[in-house]
């Protein structure tokens, strides 16, 4: 079994910042990609960023330039920097590990989510 514990949301002020944290432990080999991802009440789902075990990242274009994704391999942990936000980065942030396991599966994994707040 595998977990993704995310942690660092909370209730901020626009312009203000957030540092979300998603630890991955259990039944891991390896992992090659990890992602946030976010949902807004009434919306569906949506990518904010993603990091491959290179190193690549990918951004949506809403949070480019302001939100910084980064891991660390020895903590099998994935980190969200995100500054200057605002009240429309409001939502639930969810992370997510495309991962293999020690029985060589390949899964993708999902954390409970924690709740971002931007208040104008």
């Known amino acids: 079994q595998v977990q993704l514990v995310e942690s660092g949301g909370g209730l901020v002020q626009a312009g203000g910042t957030l540092r979300l944290s998603c630890a991955a432990s259990?039944?891991?080999?390896?992992?090659?990609?990890m992602g946030w991802y976010r949902q807004a009440p009434g919306k569906q789902r949506e990518l904010v960023a993603t990091?491959?075990?290179?190193?690549?990242?990918n951004y949506a274009d809403s949070v480019k330039g302001r939100f910084t994704i980064s891991r660390d391999d020895a903590k099998n942990t994935a980190y969200l920097q995100m500054n200057s936000l605002k009240p429309e980065d409001t939502a639930v942030y969810y992370c997510?590990?495309?991962?293999?396991?020690?029985?060589?599966?390949?899964?993708?994994?999902w954390g409970h989510g924690t709740q971002v707040t931007v208040s104008s």
């Open positions: 997510n590990a495309d991962l293999r396991t020690r029985a060589l599966r390949r899964v993708d994994y």
């Open positions: 990091i491959t075990n290179a190193g690549s990242t």
């Open positions: 259990g039944n891991i080999f390896t992992i090659y990609a």
